[in-house]
Every structure is written in C-alpha cells, then in structure tokens.
C-alpha cells in the first residue's frame, strides 16, 4: 500500500530556530506539492516540483522558507528562522502526472 | 484567477439522512478537474470524489454523489445515509487541467457534524 510520508509528525520550536520538514513520496510519482493549511489562509500552495526541478514557488516567503528536493524519495521544506506566524499544518503530496494527489499525513508545526 | 467558495461554514445531519455541500467556483479555463476532500480530526486529507469537468455524467462513489452543474460553476456533494465516521472538514477544491502539472485550489471548509 503506497503511502506519503512526512517526518515529524509534530514539532514544537521556538522563534527563530530552524525548521526542516521530510517527505518521502511515493515511488513513481514525478511531482511533489507542499501546501500550508492555517485557520486563517486555509488550504494554500507553497511550492511544487516537478522531476526534482522547481516549478513554482511564488506561495513561499523566499527570506526564510526553502524548498528542495535532492533525490526522486525526498522532498525537504525548511524555515529559517521559524516565527509564530509560521505555526501551521504543512502537507507534501505526491502526484503521479495523472488523477489525484495523494497527500502525506501532515506535519504539525507550532512555533512558540 | 480561479476561486473556489464554500458559503457553509458548518453544517449538522442526522445519521442516515441526506446532506448536500455547497460549492462553487469561478474560472475562465474550459479545461478542469473538481474535487471534493475529507479531513477527519486526524487531519489527513482523503479524496471523496472528482468530478472532469467534460464530463457530462455527475461522479458517484457509493454514498457520495456530486451535482455538477458546469454553466452555473456549481459543485455540490451530496451524501446519502450519512454515517458517524463521515463526520469531517470538507473541502472543494479545484485544478485547471491541459496537461499541466497544476496545484490544488482549495475552498475555507464545511464542518460536517453528524448527529447520533
């Protein structure tokens, strides 16, 4: 059974440390999206890949979020440094290049 | 830009009766897929219907069915014999198609309570 997986689950951190979020894709899969869910924004695109090359990364603060992808089983998101404002739920989903997106359990982010 | 709006913020069913979700949205592309996702409190998000847009024939999976009305942009999500587990968050969402990799448009969420 093919799953997303992300790591951690759960983080707590204070301000201005850094953050780094994993997901493993499934295997296959040539695109991987990050989105953020917050009670504020809602469900909201920070950055996708395709292949491994960026895409489109226009949803992503540039001064302290970065995205990468260094092989086809990893995808990573880090913050640096973390802000409150950032306290969030953030899902990596895998996409096949048809159908759906098969997303990840989600990583809970709380920054203090 | 395309936006997806869900005008119900929380609504309440009775086990085994019938709910009907809200959904519109707004695109100029002709070329589109709908979605409708389940988040439980477990919060993982799981797909519960798509919908293409050229097709026609409303999408059916089981207890869930879907009103697409394509004129209108009217995406609506029935369930029938609503169940306790179908207790959730759900949301619509949208993605022009064309053969892009294109993201997910996400609608705010209807909380779903289903009432024993």
């Known amino acids: 059974d093919a799953r997303v997986t992300q790591t951690p689950r759960h983080k707590v951190t204070e301000m201005g440390q850094e953050v780094t979020m994993r997901c493993q894709p499934i295997?296959?899969?040539?695109?991987v999206f990050w989105y953020r869910q917050t009670m504020m924004q809602g469900l909201e695109l920070l950055a996708y890949f395709r292949n491994r090359a960026p895409l489109d990364d226009s949803g992503m603060p540039k001064d302290r979020f970065s995205a990468e992808m260094p092989d086809a089983t990893l995808a990573t998101l880090k913050i640096q440094p973390s802000e409150p404002r950032d306290s969030a739920v953030y899902f990596c989903?895998?996409?096949?290049?048809?159908?759906?997106?098969?997303f990840g359990p989600g990583t809970r982010l709380t920054v203090l | 830009a395309q936006t997806v709006t869900q005008s119900q913020p929380e609504m309440s069913v009775q086990e085994a009766e019938t709910v009907t979700l809200s959904c519109t949205y707004d695109t100029s592309e002709s070329d589109y897929y709908l979605f409708w996702y389940k988040q439980p409190p477990s919060r993982q998000m799981i797909l519960v219907i798509r919908?293409?847009?050229?097709?026609?024939q409303n999408a059916t999976e089981n207890r869930f069915s879907v009103n697409f009305q394509k004129a209108a942009k009217s995406f609506s999500l029935k369930i029938s014999d609503s169940q306790l587990g179908d207790a959730a968050m759900y949301f619509c969402a949208y993605r022009r198609g064309g053969g892009a990799t294109n993201k997910l448009i996400f609608g705010t969420g209807t909380l779903l309570a289903v009432q024993p």
């Open positions: 295997l296959g899969h040539n695109t």
């Open positions: 919908q293409e847009a050229y097709k026609q």
């Open positions: 989903a895998s996409y096949p290049g048809w159908g759906e997106q098969f």
